[in-house]
Nanobody, 125 residues
Framework: QVQLVESGGGLVQAGGSLRLSCAAS????????MGWFRQAPGKEREFVAA????????YSANSVKGRFTISRDSAQNSVYLQMNSLNPEDTAVYYC??????????????????WGQGTQVTVSS
């Protein structure tokens, strides 16, 4: 089992920034990569970004490229999502997740094994 706890969500005005954190504990050695997903009301959960623990390769959705940056601190078993230039369309519950899989599987929520409880991000116009 891997336990994931997100933090850092909140209310921000359009154009502002937030930094989300995700702390992993438990059998973290079983995790190949970490991802961030988000789900807005009435919408499906969507991929935001992912990072591989070893090597740090990153992947981002087109909708957030140039605005969001994913990073990790392997010593702390933590992953971060720096979100800049936020707009109201970024409003959602953000989840971090852990996966054993690699490659294109990193973009698919069904390929993730463990999930955090989510943190709300609200961007006002």
């Amino acid at each position: 089992q891997v336990q994931l706890v997100e933090s850092g969500g909140g209310l921000v005005q359009a154009g502002g920034s937030l930094r989300l954190s995700c702390a992993a504990s438990g059998r973290t050695f079983s995790s190949f990569a970490m991802g961030w997903f988000r789900q807005a009301p009435g919408k499906e959960r969507e991929f935001v970004a992912a990072i591989v623990w070893s090597g740090g390769n990153t992947y981002s959705a087109n909708s957030v490229k140039g605005r969001f940056t994913i990073s990790r601190d392997s010593a702390q078993n933590s992953v971060y999502l720096q979100m800049n230039s936020l707009n109201p369309e970024d409003t959602a519950v953000y989840y971090c997740a852990s996966t054993r899989w690699s490659g294109s599987s990193l973009l698919k929520s069904a390929r993730y094994d463990y999930w955090g409880q989510g943190t709300q991000v609200t961007v006002s116009s």
